[in-house]
């Protein structure tokens, strides 16, 4: 709103002819349409920025940041309902009423009469077959109908893209270093550690054993000779790796993988090469 006001200010105080001119070209781009994909993708984006700020912090936890990844999706299928849509189509007619412009219902008529003639389909060219994409218009569909379809796809896009990056191989990973580490409330679990050795061929029968014995082995040190950190850990374990082969091995990966936490902005973890992993 403060920018349309600012580009009327423009249009009906400025001297100068040039800025006039890019500013009234500016605001006809002001059209209902447009209102309502701001509106729409604002409220897509203002969580997603939101969880992209918190997997930024390097004091986050890997099964945190699990859960934030949880949150945000169970957030985008709340908003990919007819129900939200309709929400926030109300709220851009209402600003679209406070300037002076064209009701969102008035606009969809207006598109309905010119959808109702008969249009050449496109073609487009093969070579960019890869670099577009549409949807696909139900027999009956209504145009606002058609316009919620276009913001599903924006968030079926992002869940895409989130499933690709965390929720694979990088969520084993995450809960396979969470375990490793000694004040972690999962330490030595040992589902989440024999996922992890699975990435990097461990034998996970001997793994199951070494767990068990470092168990054992922990609960009889004093808290005050435990190791407290995944370094610590690392430093403790190459002291007798001849005993616990396969949690050394796992534990240097975890020590050398280029990530700290979910950050990089959101960069997928690469697993380390099985043939390339430390022995």
Same mark, same amino acid.
């Given at each position: 709103?403060?920018l349309?006001?600012l580009?009327?200010?423009?249009?009906?105080?400025? =001297?100068?002819?040039d800025?006039v001119?890019?500013?009234? $070209?500016?605001?006809?781009?002001?059209?209902?349409?447009?209102?309502?994909?701001?509106?729409?993708?604002r409220?897509?984006?203002?969580?997603?920025?939101?969880?992209?700020?918190?997997?930024q912090?390097?004091?986050?936890?890997?099964s945190?940041a @699990?859960e934030?990844?949880e949150?945000?999706?169970?957030r985008l299928?709340?908003?990919?309902?007819?129900?939200t849509?309709?929400?926030?189509?109300?709220?851009a007619?209402?600003?679209?009423?406070?300037? $002076?412009?064209?009701?969102?219902?008035?606009?969809?008529?207006?598109?309905?009469?010119?959808?109702?003639?008969?249009q050449?389909?496109?073609?487009?060219?093969s070579?960019?077959?890869n670099?577009?994409? $549409?949807?696909s218009?139900?027999k009956?569909?209504?145009?606002e109908?058609?316009?919620?379809?276009?913001?599903?796809?924006?968030?079926?896009?992002?869940?895409?893209e989130?499933?690709?990056?965390?929720?694979?191989?990088?969520?084993?990973?995450?809960? $396979? /270093?969470?375990?490793?580490v000694?004040?972690s409330?999962?330490?030595?679990?040992t589902e989440d550690?024999?996922?992890?050795g699975?990435?990097?061929?461990?034998?996970?029968?001997?793994?199951?054993?070494?767990?068990?014995?470092?168990?054992?082995?922990?609960?009889?040190?004093?808290?005050a =000779?435990k190791?407290?950190?995944?370094?610590?850990?690392q430093?403790?374990? =190459?002291?007798?790796?001849?005993?616990?082969?396969?949690?050394?091995i @796992?534990?240097?990966?975890?020590?050398?993988?280029?990530?700290?936490?979910?950050?990089?902005?959101?960069?997928? /973890?690469?697993p380390?090469?099985?043939?390339r992993?430390p022995?």
């Open positions: 709103m403060l349309y006001e580009l009327s200010d423009v249009i009906e105080n400025d =001297s100068n002819s800025r001119i890019e500013a009234r $070209g500016l605001l006809y781009q002001f059209s209902p349409d447009f209102i309502k994909t701001l509106f729409a993708l409220h897509i984006f203002e969580f997603t920025k939101n969880t992209y700020d918190l997997l912090s390097p004091e986050l936890d890997y945190d @699990l934030l990844l949150v945000l999706q169970e299928n709340d908003c990919r309902t007819d129900t849509m309709q929400n926030l189509w109300s709220q007619a209402k600003v679209c009423h406070e300037l $002076g412009m064209h009701d969102l219902e008035e606009s969809c008529d207006i598109q309905t009469e010119a959808e109702r003639r008969p050449r389909a496109k073609q487009f060219p070579y960019l077959k670099f577009y994409s $549409g949807l218009c139900a009956g569909e209504t145009p109908q058609r316009r919620f379809q276009e913001m599903f796809s924006v968030i079926d896009r992002i869940k895409k989130i499933e690709r990056r965390f929720f694979n191989d990088n969520k084993i990973i995450m809960l $396979g /270093i969470k375990a490793l000694p004040e409330t999962t330490f030595l679990k550690i024999v996922a992890f699975r990435l990097y061929r461990s034998k996970s029968q001997d793994l199951k054993i070494e767990l068990e014995n470092m168990r054992r082995v922990f609960a009889r040190k004093p808290d =000779s190791p407290k950190t995944l370094l610590q850990l430093q403790y374990i =190459s002291r007798v790796a001849d005993a616990f082969y396969e949690m050394n @796992l534990i240097k990966i975890a020590c050398t993988l280029p990530v700290s936490t979910c950050r990089a902005g959101l960069k997928p /973890i690469g380390i090469a099985p043939n992993a022995r």
